[in-house]
């Protein structure tokens, strides 16, 4: 493929960086990029249920042999919806970790940014605002927190 794109949250699911970042290598054409869109992983990290408006990290920021769980009875897809309680497994991999298996798996880095914003509000109890294209940020906390990674990544000709 001439571009491999990998959308928000779907890193979370994968147990192995670097099995994922050796594929995505094996399936790009000499020249072809990767375009990766995430959530970034310290964001990941924060318990998203506190409502004391405390940033509290509750999860592994790198990536752990075993999953960490979570249990909820909703989904992000429609907030109002409400099914029986269900487990959900997850990874974390940190920004390091992530660069380092792109890099190991040969391409080269063309592109890494962090941001204070992101498209949806991951933090609700925490008086996010949104704002300029309709990007959330940590009303006045915008530095604390990174929200969104964006990386860009070619195989060599």
């Known amino acids: 493929y001439d571009i ?16 994922w970042a050796t594929i995505v290598a094996e399936l790009l054409n ?9 959530m970034h992983p310290m964001l990941y990290t924060i318990d998203d249920s506190r409502k004391d408006g405390v940033l509290a990290v509750r999860y592994p920021y790198f990536e752990t042999e075993v999953p960490f769980d979570e249990e ?8 109002e919806a409400k099914f029986e309680p269900a487990k959900s497994y ?44 309709s990007m959330w940020s940590l009303e006045g906390r915008e530095e604390l927190v990174p929200m969104m990674l964006a990386i860009r990544a070619r195989k060599p000709a």
């Open 72 to 79: 909820s009875d909703g989904t992000y897809a429609d907030p």
């Open 90 to 133: 997850c990874w974390n991999h940190g920004v390091g970790e992530i660069v380092q298996a792109l890099l190991d798996a040969g391409l080269i880095l063309e592109r890494l940014e962090e941001t204070k914003r992101c498209d949806w509000e991951p933090l609700p109890h925490h008086s996010m605002t949104k704002g300029d294209q």
């Open 30 to 38: 000499p020249g072809g990029v990767l375009v990766l869109r995430e």
């Open 4 to 19: 491999v794109f990998t959308g928000v949250g779907a890193l979370v699911w994968l147990p192995d960086i670097r099995r």
